[in-house]
T-cell receptor, first 115, second 112 residues
Framework: DSGVTQTPKHLITATGQRVTLRCSPR?????VYWYQQSLDQGLQFLIQ???????AKGNILERFSAQQFPDLHSELNLSSLELGDSALYFC??????????????FGPGTRLLVL | AQTVTQSQPEMSVQEAETVTLSCTYD???????LFWYKQPPSRQMILVIR??????QNATENRFSVNFQKAAKSFSLKISDSQLGDAAMYFC?????????FGKGTRLHILP
């Protein structure tokens, strides 16, 4: 158990819909990262937040958005969903802001299926 | 656009032996970082080693070392004296202009 929690574990929805994925970082960690993992694209970094502020941005689509709240939990919002958005979405946390230069602790992931 | 290729989806090595994981990448930038991460079943993403592109000297961290060939855009990871705890998924990841791109990973099995 990494200490990072993600809900829900599974999500099935239809094209065009909007979903929200939630992540709680490890106690004491200030950075939260969101990743998308699919068979064809591999692991893709989406976005990082540090203590409520956006810190780094990856290949995040405009239909996707995220935020980190004062209690440090984070939400990833996916809208106008397409079939190709079906993937495993991971959240990770780390103590500081040194983007990618410290160990990240991954949650168990949310498996999204868009039908 | 940056791309990264790990051509070995899976590899196996005998305990105590040496194994090399390959990685090639493409970027038009001259200044960047290169990382190797290890992801064991516990789901950490552990930074194994990093290389600054402006440094010619290959990075080493205990049993881990890299062979960085900037002109060839190659960044391989050598693990010496392999141990059972080295079994994991290994990701190569260039970090260019504040953006990180992960390879598809190499799953490393350690045979006792």
């Amino acid at each position: 158990d990494s200490g990072v929690t993600q809900t829900p574990k599974h999500l099935i929805t239809a094209t065009g819909q909007r979903v929200t994925l939630r992540c709680s970082p490890r106690s004491g960690d200030l950075s939260v990262y969101w990743y998308q993992q699919s068979l064809d694209q591999g692991l893709q970094f989406l976005i990082q937040y540090y203590n409520g502020e956006e810190r780094a941005k990856g290949n995040i689509l405009e239909r996707f958005s995220a935020q980190q709240f004062p209690d440090l939990h984070s939400e990833l919002n996916l809208s106008s969903l397409e079939l190709g958005d079906s993937a495993l979405y991971f959240c990770a946390s780390s103590p500081g802001t040194s983007a990618f230069q410290e160990t990240q602790y991954f949650g168990p992931g949310t498996r999204l299926l868009v039908l | 656009a940056q791309t990264v290729t790990q051509s070995q989806p899976e590899m196996s090595v005998q305990e105590a032996e040496t194994v090399t994981l390959s990685c090639t990448y493409d970027t038009s930038e001259s200044d960047y970082y290169l990382f190797w991460y290890k992801q064991p079943p516990s789901r950490q993403m552990i930074l194994v080693i990093r290389q600054e592109a402006y440094k010619q000297q290959n990075a080493t961290e205990n049993r881990f070392s890299v062979n960085f060939q900037k002109a060839a855009k190659s960044f391989s990871l050598k693990i010496s004296d392999s141990q059972l705890g080295d079994a994991a998924m290994y990701f190569c990841a260039p970090f260019v202009n504040d953006k990180i791109i992960f390879g598809k990973g190499t799953r490393l099995h350690i045979l006792p």
